[in-house]
């Protein structure tokens, strides 16, 4: 009796694409919340993090808003990963965790 195995589909690489997409973004808090326990002369993570997510960063810096020459107004991009990079750390800081 000869199986037949079915190689993966184009459903199933979009999947896979669009998950490993929602953990790369997903995983910018956390890399943030590591950094930030880290000494900032700690040169590996100075500079691998902005490369390793310059992606985001890149649109997050794009879709500012000029309001005046050489000045900008933050994007609900930066807004969303301060609140990200920053969440919980209030209830950290009071519990000294």
Sequence with gaps: MA?????????FWATVVVVAGLLYV???GPMCWLCG???EDNT???????NTYYPILWLARIARR???PGQFQESWL????EWCSTLDLDE???TGT
């Excluded at 930066?78 to 990963?81: K, Q």
Aim: with cysteine; charged share 20%; glycine share 4%.
């Design 3 to 11: 199986s037949s195995h079915k190689k993966p589909g184009v459903a």
């Design 26 to 28: 997903a995983s910018l």
């Design 37 to 39: 326990n880290w000494a």
């Design 44 to 50: 590996f993570m100075v500079k691998v993090v902005p």
């Design 66 to 68: 000029e309001v005046a």
């Design 78 to 81: 930066d807004h969303c990963i």
């Design 92 to 94: 950290i800081s009071e």
